[in-house]
């Protein structure tokens, strides 16, 4: 009996105690074999031996089960400890894409307008010289063409040098009132640190009765716009020139970089010109044959946006692909 209970106890691993138990507990085991003998036993003794034995088995039984449970939470132990996971440990993590810089700042523009019942229009990017320039109040031979350095097809369309035909388009296509932005693509010979080949514009456009639209309200919508883009900054409306706008004035926000104090972004005037606007001039309402009209229009680059926002020092590194920049927006 002290031999079976040691060994039970000796057991070092649940594969030496299965062993064990089938040794004791099997079918042919030490056990089975002690009750075989009960047959060869007088018949008064019997009782007495089998009671015995099943106090004996029984003893067995619950050593074994105890060693069972103990070698068992070992086990769990040990698997656990060799299983445990290294969460600092390096792991080549498939990379994800994010928005780009551009198109995020795009989809901030555009989420203004659409809140203000602004419709998103569409053109093509391809464009013929009466929506790109003749209807915008840009004859041929106008001098101000040259503001623009055109790409031209063959044919003698161009590539779109800005998204204001979108406005032409659209008035040819509907009536007043009109109230829409069109942003998109556009193109002009151009390349240095802050012009690209290609880059986006939104254009916006409201139309309505004469009368309805003033230049105050230009100022009014715009100024919001660009606090709600920039911040805390100051916004001046200075006079200029569009030829598809009368009076027409470009739009300056205060240095974000020097806060007005002037630094070398702002060549130390303390503004960035950050729009273009100005009341439709009528020669444009004349070329869609719209009667007794008056609205405003405002232009603007989405990339200026974008690298005031980001505080972007070179506008071609965010058309490089470099993952490792854009790697910084997500
Ligand atoms: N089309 C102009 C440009 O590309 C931007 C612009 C300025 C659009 C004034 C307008 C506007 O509608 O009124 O530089």
Redesign the pocket.
Known sequence: MKELEDKISGANSLEELEKIRIELFGKKGVIAKKFAQLKDVPNKEKKAFAEGLNKEKAYLQKLYDEIYETLKKEEIERLLKAETIDVSLYSNLESKGALHPVMETMDKIIDYFVALNFSVEDGPKIEDDFHNFEALNLPKNHPARD??DTFFCKDGRVLR????PV?IRTMLKTKPPIRMIAPGA?FRKDYDLTHTPMFH?V???VVQEKGEVSFANLKSILSDFLHYMFGDVEVRFRPSF?P??EP?AEVDISCIFCKGDGCRVCSHTGWLEV????I?DPNVFDAVEYKNVSG?????GVERFAMLLHKIPDLRMLFEGDTRLLEQFR
């Open positions: 503001m623009q040098t800005h998204t204001s406005q556009v514009q254009e916006g456009l569009f598809f706008t027409s729009l273009g606007c100005g439709v405003y229009a405002f232009g603007l």
